[in-house]
C-alpha cells in the first residue's frame, strides 16, 4: 500500500525551538508539498519540491524553510518556533508527467508551541 | 491565497439522502479536484475532474464542473454514516508545478 508517512502525530515545543517535521513517501513521487491547516482558514501552501534539492515557496514560507537531500523525504522547518506556528502540518505528494493523479495525503502532525 | 470556496460551510443530512457540496474558484483552471478528511486525519482524494470535462462519475460520487460559471459541485448519493468527514475542493491552474489550492471546506454530517 502507497503511503505518504509523517514522523510524528503529536509534537509540542517550546517557543524559539528549532523543529523538524519529516515526510517520507514510498511511491517515487517528484513532487512533494507542505501545508498547514487551520480553522477557518483550510490549507495553506507553505512550500513545495518538484525535484531532489529543488524548492519553491508557497503563500505562506515566512517563519519556514525546507529541505529535500533525496527524492523520497522531504523535511519542513520551523527556524524558531513561535506560538503562532501551531497548527496541523500536511505533507502529500504527487507524481509528475500523470495529469489524472491527486495527491497522496499523510496523516498529519499537530504541532503545538507553548 | 484562497482559489476554491466550498458552500455551504456545514451540512446536516440523514442516512439514506442525497449531499450536495458546492465549489466555486476564481481563476482559470487545469483541473479541479474533490477530497475527504475524517477528523483529525490527513485528505484522501476522491475524484478529478479536468477542466474539458462537464461531469464525472465514481461509485456514489458524482462531481459536474461548469468552467464558464467556475464552479463545481460534489454529490454523493444514499448517504451513510461513515461518509461524514470535511470535503475539499481544490484547483489546479495547469503550467509546470502540481500546486493544488484548497478552499475551506464544507463539513457533513450524516446522521444515522
Known amino acids: 500500500d502507497v503511503k505518504v508517512t509523517q514522523s510524528s502525530r503529536y509534537l509540542v515545543k517550546r517557543t524559539g525551538e528549532k523543529v523538524f517535521l519529516e515526510c517520507v513517501q514510498d511511491?517515487?513521487?517528484?513532487?512533494m508539498f507542505w501545508y498547514r491547516q487551520d480553522p477557518g482558514l483550510g490549507l495553506r501552501l507553505i512550500y513545495f519540491?518538484?525535484?531532489?534539492?529543488?524548492?519553491e515557496k508557497g503563500d505562506i514560507p515566512e517563519g519556514y524553510s525546507v529541505s529535500r537531500e533525496k527524492k523520497e523525504r522531504f523535511s519542513l522547518i520551523l527556524e524558531s518556533a513561535s506560538t503562532n506556528q501551531t497548527s496541523m502540518y500536511l505533507c502529500?505528494?504527487?507524481?509528475?508527467?500523470?495529469?489524472?493523479?491527486?495527491?497522496?495525503f499523510g496523516s498529519g502532525t499537530r504541532l503545538t508551541v507553548v | 491565497s484562497q482559489q476554491g470556496e466550498e458552500d455551504p460551510q456545514a451540512l446536516s443530512i440523514q442516512e439514506g439522502e442525497n449531499a450536495t457540496m458546492n465549489c466555486s474558484y476564481k481563476?482559470?483552471?487545469?483541473?479541479l479536484q474533490w477530497y475527504r478528511q475524517n477528523s483529525g486525519r490527513g485528505l484522501v482524494h476522491l475524484i478529478l475532474?479536468?477542466?474539458?470535462?462537464r461531469e464525472k462519475h465514481s461509485g456514489r460520487l458524482r462531481v459536474t464542473l461548469d468552467t464558464s460559471k467556475k464552479s463545481s459541485s460534489l454529490l454523493i448519493t444514499a448517504s451513510r454514516a461513515a461518509d461524514t468527514a470535511s470535503y475539499f475542493c481544490?484547483?489546479?491552474?495547469?503550467?509546470?508545478?502540481?500546486?493544488?489550492?484548497f478552499g475551506k471546506g464544507t463539513l457533513l454530517t450524516v446522521n444515522p
Open positions: 502529500a505528494s504527487t507524481p509528475s508527467g500523470r495529469a489524472d493523479y491527486g495527491y497522496t
Open positions: 481563476t482559470s483552471i487545469n483541473n
Open positions: 519540491s518538484y525535484d531532489v534539492k529543488m524548492k
Open positions: 481544490a484547483t489546479n491552474s495547469g503550467g509546470s508545478n502540481y500546486k493544488l489550492t
Open positions: 475532474i479536468r477542466s474539458n470535462e
Open positions: 511511491m517515487d513521487h517528484e513532487n
